[in-house]
Structures are given as C-alpha cells and as structure tokens.
C-alpha cells in the first residue's frame, strides 16, 4: 500500500495492495463522516460512513479511521481492484446542526495499475 | 427502489438562456439537496429544500439562481440568464431525514454554456 500526503490530487497502486485516502476535515463541530466514490460522468456513491463517538468503521475491503484530535479521515481499501478506480471524496456534517449539507474535500483520483 | 434521478443529464444552453434542473427523490425521501461541481474540484453546496421549503440556500448565488421543491413533482433548480461560468455538472441528492446524513446522489446533470 502507499500512504499519501494530504490534499494530494492523484494515487497510483498496483492490484491487489492497499490503498489509503487522507482527508483533513475543519469543523471541530462535524460529527458525521463520509467517504464517497465517484466514477467518470457518475454521481457521488455513498462507500462508508462513521460518527465522531467512534475511531475506526470497517466495510466490506474498505476501513474508515478517525483521528479527532487532529481532524484527520483516512480510508483504506484492501486489495485494491480496477473497480475502485475513481475520485474519493470525503464529506463531513454537522449531525444535530440546522444545515443538513455535506462539506466535501478536494477529492483524491485512485488509479489501480493490473 | 429507484435512485434519485434527475434530468436531463446533459443540457446546453446559450449565454442569456433559461436552465431548468429536476430532480426527482428516491421514494420515500422528502428532503432534497442541490450541489454544484465544477471540472477536478468537489462537490459544493448550494440549496437544500424539504416539501414546499427552503431550509437552507446559503451556498446558492443571491441572482440567477433559484430551486424550488413543490409538494406534487420533482425539485427544480433554475438558472436564468446562463453565463459560461455556469458551465458544470449539478447533483442533486435525497435523503428520508433531515441533517444530511446518508444523502444519495443522483447521476447529475451537466450543463454546458456556449
């Protein structure tokens, strides 16, 4: 696997090893995460979520982990498939707040190498 | 149980033309959220709507734009006098409770100004 930096726009990985997404969030506030994957010409598709009273979520190959104290989201992907080629975006919301919208990152392009 | 579909999925309009965006909720969900992306960037926030209410437009632009949710029909984002800076793809999102958690994207609409 191959772990990036923040805000890096773009990840490359061969098949078959772990890949993993950062995300830096803002608001101390949010208390509801969630990782989206985007295909070409597609609409965001929901991945994985986790609220704020947890550290760790895992799914089916994909893992979310928490870091409130430094506001940091990751996601890993276990053996990264051709199908998880995409843009990973990370949304955060306000659970409780008046604002029903999610805040998304920048994004982060997986490109799966066979 | 369809998704949120929205149409049409591609539209071109000229500089000064209408735009009209629908979006039609998954069933059962009566809360509705537009977003707008532009090329290589995240999705933004611009209105969210439940049935024949705007609970939230802080991220639509004060002229041009507007979005309605009547109580029979699809949501309807508008965009009057289009400008080439309006050129992207729109993606409209449902959820069954308010707060934003667990919103389900439609496919989007892209909009092209000439």
């Known amino acids: 696997g191959e772990s990036v930096g923040l805000h890096l726009p773009t990840l490359s990985v061969q098949e078959g090893d772990n890949s993993i997404i950062n995300c830096a969030y803002s608001?101390?506030?949010?208390?509801?995460f969630i990782w989206y994957k985007q295909e070409s010409g597609k609409g965001p598709q929901f991945i994985i979520d986790?609220?704020?009273?947890?550290d760790k979520r895992q799914g089916q190959r994909v893992t979310v982990l928490l870091n409130k104290t430094v506001k940091h989201l990751s996601l890993q992907i276990a053996a990264t498939q051709p199908g998880d080629s995409a843009v990973y975006f990370c949304a955060e919301n306000v659970y409780g707040g008046s604002q029903g919208n999610l805040i998304f990152g920048k994004g982060t392009k997986l490109s799966v190498k066979p | 149980n369809a998704g949120v579909m929205q149409n049409p999925r591609h539209l071109v309009r000229r500089r000064g033309q209408e735009a009209r965006l629908r979006c039609s909720p998954m069933?059962?969900?009566?809360?509705v959220y537009w977003y707008r992306q532009l090329p290589e960037e995240g999705l933004k926030f611009m209105v969210y709507?439940?049935?024949?209410?705007?609970?939230?437009e802080s991220g639509m632009p004060k002229e041009r734009f507007s979005a309605e949710f009547p109580k029979e029909g699809p949501s309807i984002l508008r965009i009057q006098q289009v400008v080439r800076g309006d050129s992207a793809a729109y993606f409209c999102a449902s959820s069954p409770l308010k707060r934003g958690y667990e919103q389900f994207f439609g496919p989007g609409t892209r909009l092209t100004v000439l």
């Open positions: 069933k059962g969900h009566s809360h």
């Open positions: 608001n101390s506030a949010s208390d509801y």
């Open positions: 986790i609220r704020s009273n947890m």
């Open positions: 709507l439940q049935k024949e209410n705007i609970i939230d």
